[in-house]
C-alpha cells in the first residue's frame, strides 16, 4: 500500500507537465484574439435567442477544454409553450 | 551599447529579486559598469537583499516626477564601486509611474552605465509593464511549478506585445532563469524537469539555480549571493548566467541529482558547526 502510494507520488510531474501544455495551447490561442470555444458559446446562444425567449439562469453550459478536443456542452430549457406550438404547425 | 535588461516572472516569490541583486552583483564583479532599478513601487525589497535599507534618501518615484535628480536617488555599492542601486518608493503606489517619466530615467542612465537590470513587481499590472516597456533583453525567472510555468507563459506574451520593442516590430530577446531547482526531486519525478519548463515555454535556457540555503543566507545578511558565498553552487550558476547574458557560450551544467544533496548535506553541516 504503501509503495504503491510512493511509486504514485513519484509520478506528479508528468500530470503537471500534462496539465500545462494542454491549459497553455488554449490560453495562447485567446491571446491571440480568438477564443473559438467561447464565440461558438455566443453565437449559438445567440442563434437560439432569436426563436426563443432564453433565460440565461436556465441555460447550463459545460465546458471542456482538452486536447485533442474540447467540448462544449450548452444545455437550454425551452418553455414548453413553444414545443406546444412547434407540434400544432408541425 | 548599454543593455537593459527586466528580471520578471508575473508569479511572486519565484527569485526575482535575489536574481536581480545576483546578476547585477556578477556583471559588475566581471568588470561592467551595473544599476539595478527596483520597480516594485509600494512593496520594495531590492535595496533590501542588496544590504543599502538605510541608505535610501530619494527613489525612482522622486526622480520620476522631478522632486530629485538621477544622481541623487543613485546609492553606490560599498561592496563594488561599479554597481549602483536605483530603489523604488515605498509610500507611492504604482501609478507614480509614468510612460513619459520611465522613459527619461531608462535614458539617462543608459548613459551612465553598461547594464541597467531592472527588476519587475509580481502580477502584470502597470509596475510590471513599465519594467519591461524599455527592456532590450528579458530574463524570465521560473520555477518548476505549474502556476509559475503558467505565469511566466503570461509573461511572455506581454513581452512580446506590450513592450516598446515589440511594438516597434522587434523581437525581445528573452532567456528563461530556472530557479530553486532541486535536481534530486526531479530525477525521482516528483518536479518538472528542466527539458519539461524548456519544452512548454520554448525560449532559450540562460541558467539553472540550484534550490540552496545560501541564497536565503544571502539576504539575511544583505548582500548579493555572488558576494556573500562566490564558491556556493547558487552563485556559480548565477555567475555562468550573468556571462551568458554578455553573449558567452557556456555549457550549462545541469546539477546532477546525488552531486546536488551532498554538496547540501555539506553545507547543512558547516551552518551547524
Request: proline share 4%; charged share 25%.
Amino acid at each position: 500500500m504503501s509503495l504503491l502510494m510512493l511509486f504514485r507520488r513519484r509520478d506528479s510531474a508528468p500530470v503537471a507537465r500534462e496539465r500545462l501544455q494542454v491549459l497553455l495551447a488554449h490560453e495562447r490561442a485567446m491571446t491571440g484574439g480568438t477564443d473559438l470555444i467561447s464565440v461558438l458559446q455566443e453565437e449559438i446562444l445567440a442563434v437560439i435567442g432569436k426563436h426563443v425567449t432564453l433565460d440565461r439562469d436556465k441555460v447550463q453550459i459545460k465546458l471542456d477544454r482538452g486536447d485533442p478536443v474540447s467540448t462544449l456542452e450548452i444545455d437550454v430549457e425551452v418553455p414548453s409553450l413553444l414545443r406546444a406550438a412547434a407540434f400544432g404547425s408541425g | 551599447m548599454a543593455q537593459v535588461v527586466v528580471v520578471t516572472s508575473g508569479k511572486g516569490g519565484v527569485g526575482k529579486t535575489t536574481s536581480t541583486a545576483a546578476l547585477g552583483a556578477a556583471l559588475a564583479q566581471g568588470g561592467e559598469s551595473v544599476v539595478v532599478v527596483d520597480f516594485d513601487v509600494g512593496l520594495r525589497n531590492l535595496d533590501l537583499v542588496m544590504g543599502a535599507e538605510r541608505r535610501v534618501v530619494f527613489d525612482l518615484i522622486n526622480v520620476v516626477q522631478g522632486d530629485a535628480k538621477l544622481p541623487q536617488a543613485l546609492i553606490r555599492d560599498k561592496r563594488l564601486e561599479n554597481l549602483a542601486l536605483l530603489p523604488a518608493s515605498q509610500t507611492r503606489d504604482k501609478e507614480a509611474l509614468t510612460p513619459e517619466g520611465v522613459e527619461r530615467i531608462i535614458g539617462e542612465l543608459r548613459d551612465k552605465f553598461d547594464w541597467i537590470i531592472c527588476d519587475s513587481p509580481a502580477g502584470i499590472e502597470r509596475g510590471a509593464t513599465m519594467a519591461m516597456r524599455h527592456a532590450d533583453a528579458a530574463v524570465v525567472v521560473t520555477n518548476a511549478e505549474v502556476s509559475s510555468v503558467r505565469d511566466s507563459d503570461r509573461i511572455i506574451g506581454l513581452l512580446d506585445s506590450k513592450t516598446a520593442k515589440a511594438e516597434n516590430g522587434q523581437k525581445m530577446p528573452k532567456h528563461l532563469l530556472l530557479t530553486r531547482y532541486d535536481a534530486t526531486r526531479a530525477a525521482r519525478g516528483e518536479m518538472l524537469k528542466t527539458e519539461d519548463v524548456l519544452e512548454i515555454l520554448s525560449i532559450p535556457l540562460l541558467g539553472i539555480i540550484p534550490e540552496s540555503q545560501e541564497v536565503l543566507r544571502a539576504s539575511n545578511l544583505g548582500s548579493p549571493v555572488t558576494l556573500s558565498n562566490p564558491a556556493s553552487a547558487p552563485a556559480r550558476a548565477y555567475a555562468e548566467a550573468a556571462k551568458r547574458l554578455k553573449g558567452e557560450q557556456i555549457q550549462i551544467s545541469i546539477p546532477a541529482a546525488q552531486r546536488t544533496s551532498f554538496i547540501g548535506k555539506l553545507f547543512g553541516r558547516r551552518a551547524v558547526a
